[in-house]
């Protein structure tokens, strides 16, 4: 069964507290605005819910004048030049002996050259700023970090225009003792480390990580290909990405935050830049907050494409997700814009917390208020449709928002799945999938509130569920008797003839769930299936254009805000349907999240 939502899954009110309390000396908090929806009443449990109608939940990252690149000759830097196994250095705060380069002093210090086993190491104990100013530099170490920060106010790694600069590290580090096990990256960091400019920068984190900081990290600029055994890119409280390129392969996860102090959660704010991940674990992972509202995202993930265990909201840029086991998965997800595009081997979008991800299918089904069918645990068991639900049945601190913005989803899982509730004021939701009927398009254990935008989804009959009869926007859900044919056009247009949808499912179906706000109660309806459209499609909806040669299925009219319908008409809704957590692999909604080898 589900285990209890802890305090770290609390959803939508818990992320008001995450963004106050994550990075509190660097951020500008703005308000939160709530408003209250409908209780949901579970076996024994009466909660109330909170949805988001501002994009304001999203946490601001300060950047201080110092994380953007400057030039550096009117700085009076300090010159490095690498010679193979030592270094000359021109100026104060840097010392070289035995292939170590030791600064002790706040100040820029331009590096060029080759170290080909050595380090270079910050220790300012004033606290004071160090930039290192990358000019074609090349630093390998065989037994530990090939820049090591172990204290400073801050450090900056800028990237000279035109340069390619390599740092890698060995695959086996050699500490002082067994009780040590720090630093574990090409590039480690024990403050804040911002990386700046518009020079490369390869990292090879043949040992552990590529880039980690123990607290802050900020990058603003320059072209970032970076390879790790593990995590790609690490920042304990904050990573913040504001511009900049990064190709990142990581055998863990991406980019990552690991503070997962109840109260201090790490948090990850994509604002801008270009991203290419492959991850053998999430591409992007938060143990706190995450937002993106800039940039343009290429994943493809081992597990998650997409996860943070508090919080999550994408306000903007362009999500590309082309492999991952679950796509996007948080207990809170509210989505106000962008466009994302979601491709799963589980669940396109999965409200859940960790540990109900880690139960898989195991629990019961909750109360049903506009689904149909037998539950996934219900049928399991071989329960009757509308069997008693279960104690975890709706939580209503995991919850789904969608304001605005674009979203495909093309599951083998379920594609919207809330272990809790979902509700949708504006945006486009097109989801194609599944085609098991052990999964449905929609899943949901509470309620799902539609009262604007524009959803249509596409996939089995057997675990189907249409919007929730608290609506204020009217759904048809058709189910057919037979499996159609992927491709085989949905058109469906009112008495005057006017276009409310022509959709081409990705995939074979047999129940297509739309809501429109062009969907009228007490109107009449003609659905038809196959023909051609000569309109532009994306992700099969089409827009404009001419549909034709099709054939008429059934005409009908919406006398309640849900129409269910079949080849011969109005049908009654299905009642019991409530479905169980994600995590489940390869659509079969059940087992636990992947393990990797350990490294």
């Known amino acids: 069964m589900k285990k209890p939502l802890n305090m770290k899954g609390a959803g939508v009110l818990l992320l008001c507290a995450v963004v106050l309390a994550a990075c509190n000396e660097t951020t500008d908090i703005a308000s939160i605005t709530t408003e209250a929806t409908p209780a949901v009443t579970t076996a024994g449990t009466t909660a109330s819910t909170a949805k988001a109608t501002t994009t304001d939940i999203i946490q601001k990252v300060e950047y201080a004048a110092e994380d953007a690149y400057t030039d550096w000759a009117s700085a009076n830097p300090t010159k490095i030049s690498l010679t193979g196994t030592s270094a000359t ?46 000019n074609g530099a090349e630093i390998s170490n065989s037994t530990s970090s090939a820049i090591f920060v172990e204290e400073a106010g801050k450090a900056i790694i800028s990237l000279q225009e035109g340069t390619e600069n390599i740092v890698s590290d060995g695959t086996k580090y050699v500490y002082q003792d067994a009780t040590t096990d720090e630093p574990n990256s090409a590039i480690f960091s024990k403050d804040d480390l911002t990386i700046n400019g518009s020079g490369k920068l390869v990292v090879k ?4 990580n590529g880039i980690t900081s123990k607290d802050k990290l900020k990058i603003t600029g320059g072209m970032l290909d970076v390879k790790a055994v593990d995590d790609g890119v690490m920042g304990r409280d904050l990573v913040a990405v504001q511009a900049g390129t990064l190709t990142i392969d990581a055998g863990g996860h991406g980019i990552k935050t690991s503070n997962d102090k109840e109260g201090s959660e790490g948090y990850i704010s994509l604002a801008g830049g270009s991203f290419t991940i492959k991850s053998g674990e999430d591409a992007v992972h938060s143990s706190g907050g995450l937002d993106v509202s800039g940039g343009d995202l290429h994943i493809n993930a081992g597990d998650d494409g997409i996860h943070a265990e508090v919080s999550l909201a ?4 362009t999500i590309d997700i082309t492999q991952s086991n679950e796509g996007i998965e948080a207990p809170a997800v509210v ?3 962008g466009k994302t595009n979601v491709v799963s081997a589980d669940d396109g979008v999965n409200i859940s917390n960790s540990a109900e991800s880690a139960e898989g299918g195991a629990a019961a089904p909750g109360a049903a208020t506009g689904g149909a069918g037998a539950g996934k645990a219900g049928a399991a068991a071989g329960a009757p449709p509308g069997g008693a639900p279960g104690a975890s049945g709706a939580n209503s601190s995991n919850m789904l928002t969608i304001t605005g913005g674009f979203l495909s989803v093309d599951s083998k899982g379920d594609g919207l799945d809330s272990n809790g509730s979902v509700t949708m004021s504006g945006g486009t939701v097109v989801v194609n999938g599944p085609i098991e009927n052990n999964n449905g398009s929609l899943d949901y254990d509470g309620t799902f509130v539609m009262t604007g935008g524009f959803l249509v989804a596409a996939g089995s009959s057997g675990m189907v569920q249409a919007t929730s009869d608290k609506s204020t926007q009217a759904g048809v859900l058709m189910t057919y008797t037979k499996t159609q044919q992927a491709g085989a056009l949905v058109h469906l247009e009112d008495s005057a003839g006017n276009e409310i949808i022509t959709f081409a499912p990705s995939k074979s179906y047999q129940s297509v769930f739309v809501s429109s706000p062009n969907l009228k109660q007490d109107a009449s309806y003609t659905l038809s299936s196959g023909g051609s459209s000569t309109g532009t499609a994306t992700k099969g909806l089409y827009e404009g254009g001419t549909y034709q040669g099709g054939t008429k299925v059934v005409d009908f009219k919406t006398s309640t805000l849900i129409t269910w319908l079949s080849e011969t008409g109005v049908t009654a809704a299905r009642s019991g349907m409530m479905g169980g957590p994600g995590g489940g692999g390869q659509g079969g909604g059940g087992g636990q999240r992947p393990q990797r080898t350990a490294q």
């Open 335 to 337: 989505i106000s814009g």
């Open 205 to 208: 984190g043949n040992y552990n």
């Open 314 to 317: 994408i306000a903007g840029g």
């Open 89 to 134: 250095i021109e100026g104060e705060g840097a010392a070289a002996k035995d292939g170590k380069i030791a600064i002790t002093k706040a100040g820029t210090y331009v590096v060029s050259g080759k170290l080909t086993d050595g380090q270079i190491a910050v220790n300012v104990k004033d606290k004071g700023v160090v930039r290192l100013v990358l």
